[in-house]
T-cell receptor, first 112, second 114 residues
């Protein structure tokens, strides 16, 4: 089973809202990732958690705040987003930090 | 720094025809190489990967890819395309000195004619 789940599938929010994206995997993977993907572009890495500790932050604005409450769950908290943050947000996980990454279906975010 | 080039932005093939999607990479050592497929509005599905060993790699859905070190290429092939193969295809290289961080190519959109 190589399933990564993400909720919600779609999210519309205003620039003053606070919302969260959720990612879950039950494969025992110890590394989890957030990517942002704009239309017709490849995914861009945002954050990496390894063993529930933030190991990479690719200079992402502070209006995006990741959280890894346990080894199966990864959240992305959103606050005061801009319309240009509208994108598909993808979560991925891998067995270890250097292993193959498996992606979830994504959350389509629209910021108005 | 590593980089990945997918020279073809769009490719159209007829159903039943063969397919080859090109991928060229730039990386100092032996790379980890991946092909992912993405249907519209969906996540990325792993088709196949190359870490070491046999340079011809078999994947899911009848796809295969060949690693050619001399050409810095990892082209994806399928002998007979099905309409359901229409999607975006991404080649990626993993930096095995940096936690296998993936660098993606720009993607190739495959369209299949009936």
């Amino acid at each position: 089973d190589t399933e990564v789940t993400q909720t919600p599938k779609h999210l519309v929010m205003g620039m003053t809202n606070k919302k969260s994206l959720k990612c879950e995997q039950h494969m025992g993977h110890r590394a989890m990732y957030w990517y942002k993907q704009k239309a017709k572009k490849p995914p861009e890495l945002m954050f990496v958690y390894s063993y529930e500790k933030l190991s990479i932050n690719e200079s992402v604005p502070s209006r995006f705040s990741p959280e890894c409450p346990n080894s199966s769950l990864l959240n992305l908290h959103l606050h005061a987003l801009q319309p240009e943050d509208s994108a598909l947000y993808l979560c991925a996980s891998s067995q270890q930090y250097q292993e193959t990454q498996y992606f979830g279906p994504g959350t389509r975010l629209l910021v108005l | 720094a590593q980089s990945v080039t997918q020279p073809d932005i769009h490719i159209t093939v007829s159903e039943g025809a063969s397919l080859e999607l090109r991928c060229n990479y730039s990386y100092g050592a032996t790379p980890y190489l991946f092909w992912y497929v993405q249907s519209p509005g969906q996540g990325l599905q792993l088709l196949l990967k190359y870490f070491s060993g046999d340079t011809l790699v078999q994947g899911i859905k009848g796809f295969e890819a060949e690693f050619k070190r001399s050409q810095s290429s990892f082209n994806l092939r399928k002998p007979s395309v099905h309409w359901s193969d229409a999607a975006e295809y991404f080649c990626a290289v993993g930096d095995n000195n940096a936690g296998n961080m993936l660098t993606f190519g720009g993607g190739t959109r495959l369209m299949v004619k009936p």
